[in-house]
């Protein structure tokens, strides 16, 4: 895999963003390769020698026009095709989001993750709402809603393994999903520098096998979820 360093993918449309994260570190590479290459060769080849006068150049509109156009044609052509590789992506992850039961809300505030859920009623704001601080369990491979809110500042709601992130704004719910593949406890941090404890604003993704998460489910509301 061309991105090794990334941490490890356990999401549904992890291979998808790494994909276009590939397509354009190798774009890139190959840009910059060719104009630092291009560059480190004129410098050698018209460096200053001992005895040779510079040469006198009045300068050819065309040819400098050329010089100018071609490389901002060809970089749009680069760009254009990677949105069009990254569109349906992007449609995938923020646009097209799955139907599903399980909806956690996860309220942002200086300097915690407040996950609620909404309990056997399925409906958030009532009595059986339980909300716990800093972590978010979920079954492994099935969709999950998030409903995200912040009670105070610009915060990013960033799960690096699940490729997941989105900045979560005062005064606006915003929804992202994920559908987690791989059981185990992933980092959740807060992405948007929100204050003085941002570095600490740290979460955990449990994600749970089916049966398992069954029974966290159960010792929280003990009298049963409908
Ligand atoms: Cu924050």
């Known amino acids: 895999m061309l991105l090794s360093w990334l941490p490890e993918n356990v999401s549904s449309f992890g291979r998808d963003v790494d994909g276009i994260l590939s397509l354009i570190f190798v774009v890139t590479l ?14 050698i080849r018209y460096r200053r020698r001992e005895g040779q006068p510079a040469a006198h150049v009045t300068g050819e509109r065309w040819r400098e026009a050329a010089w100018i156009v071609l490389p901002c044609v ?15 992506v992007w449609a995938k992850i923020k646009v097209d989001r799955p139907e599903t039961d399980l909806v956690i809300r996860v309220t942002a505030k200086q300097f915690t993750w407040l996950v609620t859920y909404p309990g056997p009623d399925g409906r958030f704001d009532t ?8 972590e978010i369990h979920v079954p492994a491979g099935k969709p999950v809603q998030l409903s995200l809110q912040s009670q105070d500042v610009i915060h990013s709601f960033f799960l690096p393994n699940l490729r997941l992130k ?3 704004l005062p005064g606006r719910t915003i929804f992202a999903w994920l559908d987690a593949g791989k059981p185990g406890k992933y980092e959740l941090p807060c992405a948007q520098l929100c204050g ?3 570095s600490g604003m740290k979460g955990w993704l449990f994600v749970h096998e ?3 998460y069954e029974r966290w ?5 003990p009298g049963g979820r409908s």
């Open 210 to 212: 089916a049966g398992d």
């Open 166 to 168: 989105q900045d979560v």
């Open 30 to 43: 190959a840009w910059f390769i060719v104009t630092i290459g291009t560059f480190l060769v004129f410098v």
């Open 217 to 221: 489910v159960k010792e929280q509301w």
């Open 74 to 88: 060809l970089v749009l052509v680069l760009d254009f095709w990677i949105d069009f590789r990254g569109a349906p």
């Open 196 to 198: 003085f404890g941002h």
């Open 127 to 134: 009595d059986d709402d339980r909300t716990f601080m800093d």
